[in-house]
């Protein structure tokens, strides 16, 4: 029972065999860190790689060179130059006129129509808007760069394998040697797409655009955060500073928590049956989706926010209400600055959350195809997830790199997004 | 018989041994609320009588009646968990904000028992400033640190008036001559004595009646204490002032009365020349002469 004492240097010995595996077991777990992070950014590098590569292609689009006659027999046959009228002429014909004297071999209407199809449909309501802005061009021959139809596009970027059969190509033999020559001429080019980002969506793939969806997301996510940011904060302040602690706080925090884990897109169907079935508020709205996404990033903010208010410490507490300040003199005065860089990291986590939500939009109907920009919260709008899946689930081969576009302006608007809340709660953040 | 061995190596006895046990015999018994010495003096600030806290089921503090006389210093000695740190919260209520805590008795400030509905619980604690343990200077400049109390009461009508009210109390806690080169420094950038006298001159700046004091240097140095007791001994002149304190010494240099508890108990009090040459319990002498605690 009474084991001799070890000797110093029997300790000794001891510790310094157990040192060797103390030393391998950190540097085991060091390796298994490494490589975890090495991993992951290849991973992140990788899919940077294929959706740039894929998604940059959306930002150029192919435009044909055509010099133009606004000839008034077509555009004002009657001479009113009154905007209806403007506006009902017949601009396809005009390209088609333009077309023909480019290519002056071209006969019959088969041909013809072969012809005007290198030229988006688009095409027509661009020059319609320019000759009700500016009627004097009624008369005069300008020269015009018209977007090409996404045949043609794909054609340019190098989508469509020329040697297959030409039953299987968008385009005709014929169609490949007018591009071949338009190209020669340099009367076709890859110019900026300024169409991508300045349209809503379309059915047509070079006509289509993100901006519908960014101002919907945008007008979502502002209220959201109008709305889930002092909530969830007040919540918080109420529940951690206020409130007596017994089973009631209890039952609200256990259920906080479970509403943190529930899926997206139950909340979704709440969205639906309370919000447009019971208060009968419009559907596809901005409105209805931020009510939603305030629902589901609520719990994430309290939890946040009650995390950060415990980590205030007390003595803070202590010191404001010997100093007799009132409790909420101690929490506006000392204890909010001190937590509100946490609660901002919850906010944020929160937003990025609401900002990659497409499920819970779904089933409040922010999936409809909706080519108008949305001017208020009130608007049909859709968001850019859902943006996203809509395009990739369009047969066009022209929606391919729209969709990884879309990704690209998601991304963009995520990172604006976070650094100026990081930029924001740094100004918060006491230095001291 | 190894961890007996372990124990006796290290000089922890953590059985009574025989002696503690014969003092143990010796000691008269302790009745709540029989205290020796004299508990009241002529015209106190405060006036305790049967106060009892209990945590819970916990009965911290037992029928504990003292008076604490004007421009007077009253330590409060004896061992960890005495319950003289919990007496001291009794006194501007800083026991309301922990749960479960339930307060009876009467502790009577001016004549007006601070339990009373009509007693506003911020107004009294702008009349018993507080001084805590752990040097607790907000995260705000030292200016604003001494400010914060006059403005959340009002007591500055402008800024001259504030800056001189932050002025005085920095002088007197001793503080002025430091930092008045840099008032918007951050407070939590003093040293430790110096953000605890930043702290007194806070408690100051509102013009409290009583200084409540939670072992105001257990977290400083020799040098720092010593300033801060110079500081009590200046202060003693407008304030009254309760400390607790650990150290039998910074007792009995800087105190008047002292108060002696021992679980829950207040033992004994008297002037603390009296106390620590002719305790009259044998728990205060056990103490004092460092047998236990």
Redesign the interface.
């Known amino acids: 029972m009474n084991k001799p004492r070890k000797t110093a240097q029997e300790t000794q010995a001891i510790v310094a065999q157990s040192l060797r595996r103390r030393y391998w077991a950190e540097r085991r777990f060091r390796a298994y860190g490494l490589t975890a992070i090495v991993a992951a950014l290849t991973f992140l590098v990788y899919l940077f790689f294929v959706i740039f590569s894929n998604g940059m292609g959306a930002f150029r689009q192919t435009q044909v060179r055509v010099d133009v006659f606004y000839d008034p027999a077509f555009i004002d046959p009657a001479g009113t130059r009154r905007t209806e009228d403007l506006q009902a002429a017949d601009y396809q014909a005009l390209i088609r006129a333009s077309l023909k004297k480019k290519f002056p071999d071209v006969e019959g209407r088969a041909a013809t129509r072969e012809l005007t199809k290198l030229v988006s449909s688009s095409a027509a309501f661009s020059l319609q808007k320019q000759v009700v802005a500016d009627p004097t061009l009624i008369g005069k021959t300008d020269t015009e760069w018209l977007l090409a139809s996404d045949a043609v596009d794909l054609l340019t970027k190098g989508h469509i394998d020329r040697a297959l059969p030409e039953a299987e190509r968008p385009l005709s033999d014929q169609q490949l040697a007018w591009v071949d020559k338009l190209r020669g001429e340099g009367a076709l080019a890859l110019k900026f797409n300024k169409t991508f980002l300045s349209n809503g969506d379309s059915r047509e793939p070079e006509n289509a655009g993100i901006l519908g969806a960014v101002v919907g997301s945008f007008l979502t996510l502002l209220l959201t955060l109008l709305w889930s940011f002092p909530i969830g904060v007040a919540s918080a302040v109420y529940l951690e500073e206020f409130a007596r602690k017994n089973r009631w706080t209890d039952i609200i925090e256990v259920n906080i928590n479970n509403l943190a884990a529930v899926p997206s897109i139950v909340f979704g169907l709440l969205g639906l049956a309370v919000f447009i079935g019971f208060f009968g508020l419009p559907r596809s709205a901005p409105l209805v989706g931020a009510m939603v996404l305030t629902l589901l990033t609520l719990p994430t903010i309290i939890i946040a926010s009650r995390a950060a208010l415990k980590a205030v410490p007390p003595s803070i507490r202590e010191a404001a209400l010997g100093m007799g300040a009132s409790k909420i003199q101690m929490v506006t005065h000392h204890v909010l600055p001190l937590a509100m860089p946490g609660m901002l990291t919850g906010t944020i986590i929160g937003m990025a959350r609401a900002l990659g939500e497409s499920a819970p939009l779904l089933m409040i109907g922010m999936v409809a195809f909706i080519v108008d920009i949305p001017k208020g919260v009130t608007d049909a709008s859709t968001v850019l997830p859902v943006q996203i899946y809509l395009w990739s689930d369009s047969p066009e081969r022209g929606f391919v790199e729209k969709t990884s576009g879309a990704i690209i302006v998601l991304l963009a608007f995520l990172v604006v997004m976070n650094t100026t809340a990081v930029i924001l709660r740094k100004r918060f953040e006491r230095r001291w | 018989?190894e961890a007996a061995q372990v124990e006796e190596r290290a000089g922890i006895n953590l059985k009574p041994s025989g002696r503690q046990a014969e003092t143990t015999d010796l000691q008269p018994p302790i009745e709540a609320g029989k205290t020796v010495g004299n508990i009241e003096v002529e015209d106190p600030i405060f006036r305790c009588r049967d106060v009892d806290v209990y945590y819970g089921e916990k009965h911290a503090i037992k029928k504990v009646g003292v008076d604490i006389g004007k421009n007077q210093v009253l330590a409060m000695i004896g061992p960890s968990g005495c319950g003289k740190s919990t007496f001291l919260r009794c006194l501007?209520r800083?026991n309301d904000?922990i749960?479960n805590a339930r307060v009876v008795g009467s502790i009577v400030l001016d004549g007006k028992d601070i339990h009373d509905k009509k007693q506003d619980v911020?107004?009294?604690?702008?009349r018993v400033?507080?001084v805590?343990q752990?040097p607790?200077?907000?995260?705000k400049s030292i200016y604003e640190n001494v400010a914060?109390?006059p403005r959340?009461?009002g007591l500055a009508g402008d800024r001259v008036e504030l800056d001189e009210i932050v002025h005085n109390s920095l002088l007197r806690a001793g503080l002025w001559e430091e930092v008045k080169d840099r008032l918007q420094h951050?407070g939590?950038?003093l040293s430790g004595g110096q953000q605890q006298r930043l702290?007194i001159a806070?408690?100051i700046a509102?013009n409290p009646e009583v200084i409540l004091m939670d072992e105001p240097c257990s977290a400083l140095d020799p040098i720092a204490t010593a300033r801060i007791e110079d500081l009590m001994e200046e202060l003693r002149q407008s304030y009254a002032i309760v400390i607790v304190t650990h150290s039998m010494q910074q007792a009995a240099r800087v105190s008047q009365r002292t108060a002696y508890f021992h679980l829950g108990d207040l033992i004994e009090v008297g002037e603390t020349d009296r106390i620590f040459t002719n305790p009259r319990h044998k728990l205060t002498e056990d103490y004092i002469t460092g047998r236990f605690g």
């Open positions: 018989m501007n800083m904000t749960p911020v107004q009294l604690r702008a400033g507080m805590f752990k607790n200077p907000f995260p914060y109390g959340i009461h951050p939590t950038s702290c806070r408690t509102v």
